[in-house]
């Protein structure tokens, strides 16, 4: 059997027509379009992103400051050398208004530093005395610094903002010491610390703790210079200008012009300490208020003296210098004044350090003979502690140990660990006291009643030479040197004739020249040596002393040649 259906015949019996299949429906395909690869491109990146934000962000963390100056929504990062490590989100107020809640939204890399030893502060513009600082903030703003601290620590998200930048960072290597002080003069948080003039490190903080004690001084000292600060270094504050006058002149002595404006410390390295270990983190130093200072406490040898003065001691205080023959051999530690209320008495005492090492060395100082005996040894040749002016201009004192000619005999003493130098008055006051002395022994003549009796003695010489006993002895005189020098004329001629009157010559020359002496005698007595009669008498005495002196060289002469009383001085007496 077939399951093919009987053909229909057609009515006129002609085959019948094959009937045509019906047409096939084609379906058309619809071509892509590239325009969605834009979408799907974008999709994909932003799913990549979000995959990635997702992925790279970090924490959220909280830092508060005391305002938030320079800071922005959006803008403001947070960087470590540079690198950002996150941004900030919001700013907002604390609750009770007294300080500023900076939410930061850090990175993956910035997570690993959010550990309790991290810090974080506000760079901006900072100009002050010791230095300049986040100068590119006033072009590119503020931002954020982080110091990661040392390594470990537990993680942290919320942070108290420092107010100032810190001295020292954690990755710097160094060293910090304590410094302690009486006081801090110009010293702040950034002062230079120096070291033969080269700044090794800065003043980190300082804390005047109770208010009692001294002052606590932070400083940091830069590797590789902290290896030169040993136990036996010596710290202390170069701050400001010292000047003085020294060696005969006005000496200025400064760090340097950073130091003057802003402080700064130094600290030495003896050369007895070459051999010795650095000191360790946190050492503890003492804080000297000036070189010399600092350099009288390297001495190891210091010998305490106490000495006492009566005198005013103006000018004279601490630091101020003990000399030995203007050679400086220590400083005075105190000068105090000492009432006794049942006595009415004062006195000042100067306690004093001796430091024998500024002029002996350790090999040259005697080993067998101690500082008492060698005292008392100088003390017996008449040392003394003298107080004597240093300058006159700024009015500076100094004790002077030297040697007094005719001082009394005295003893050293002990005044607990001190020894008591027997002191002697000296300088401009003993000068001054002499010229009161002088002065005093001045006022008790009687000037007055001198001029008086000098008036009264005026008178009478002039009485006296205006008499006519004075005029007639004057002209006797004047007559008799006369008759001499025509005698001494006449023997040039011949001797005979004038040697008949020689006798009665000299009669009356040696009673005029008494008469004369007895005269100039009253003169002399009575009347002033600066006068035109007085000079008028010497050159009279002079003419008679010629006259005398011709008369002596006619004696020699007739006693060589007796014939010339007959022969004269012509013929053979002259030839003789």
Known sequence: MSDQPPRAERV????????????????????????????????????????????????????????????????????????????????????????????????????????D?????????????????GLDTLVSGAYIEVDPGAPGGRYRAHFTGLQDPPGVRSDQPGHTYVLKAESIGSLSSGSPVFYRDVQVGEVLAYDLGDGLGPVTINVFVRAPYDRLVRPESHFYNSSGVSAGFQGGGFHIEFQSLQAIIAGGVTFDLPKEAADSAPSPNSAVFPLFASKGEAEAAGYQN?????????????????????NVFGIQVGEVTEVKLLLNPNKGT?????????????????????????????????????LRAVLESGSLITGQKQISLEVVPGAKPAKI??????????????????????????????????????????????????????????????????????????LVKNTNDGLAPTLKALPGLTKSLQTTLHAATSTLGQVGRGYGSDSDFQRNLEQLMDQANGAL????????????????????????????
């Open 413 to 486: 003493t002990r005044e607990g660990s001190a020894l008591v130098m027997p002191s002697e008055g000296g300088g401009l006051d003993n000068i001054m006291s002499s010229l009161s002395d002088v002065t005093t022994k001045l006022s008790k003549i009687p000037f007055d009643a001198l001029g008086s009796n000098l008036n009264k003695l005026l008178v009478t010489a002039n009485d006296t030479i205006g008499g006519p006993e004075v005029k007639q002895s004057l002209t006797s005189l004047s007559t008799t040197l006369k008759d001499v020098q025509q």
């Open 12 to 115: 006129d019996g002609s085959p019948p027509q094959r009937e045509k299949p019906p047409p096939t429906a084609h379906l058309r395909r619809r071509r892509f379009s590239f325009v969605w690869l834009i979408p799907i491109v974008a999709a994909g990146i932003a799913l990549y992103l979000g995959y990635r934000t997702l992925v790279q962000q970090g924490p959220l963390i909280t830092i508060t400051f005391n305002n938030a100056f320079g800071l922005s929504e959006g803008q403001t990062q947070v960087k470590y050398k540079a690198v950002a490590l996150g941004t900030v989100e919001t700013i907002d107020l604390s609750p009770d208004n007294s300080h500023v809640v900076v939410r930061v939204r850090m990175n993956g890399v910035g997570t690993r530093f959010l550990t």
């Open 117 to 133: 030893h991290a810090r974080f502060w506000v760079v901006r513009p900072h100009f002050s005395p010791s230095n300049f600082s």
């Open 302 to 322: 210091q010998i305490p003296i106490v000495a006492y003065f009566q005198t005013s001691v103006s000018g004279l205080s601490r630091g101020s210098p003990v």
């Open 346 to 382: 004062a006195k000042v005492r100067v306690a004093m350090q001796l430091q024998p090492e500024r002029v002996f060395s350790a090999n040259e100082f005697p080993k067998n003979e101690t500082a008492p005996v060698v005292l008392q040894k100088m003390v017996d040749r008449g």
């Open 549 to 576: 002196r011709s008369i002596k060289l006619l004696a020699d002469f007739l006693d060589r040649h007796p014939e010339a009383l007959i022969l004269g001085r012509t013929g053979r007496a002259t030839g003789g």
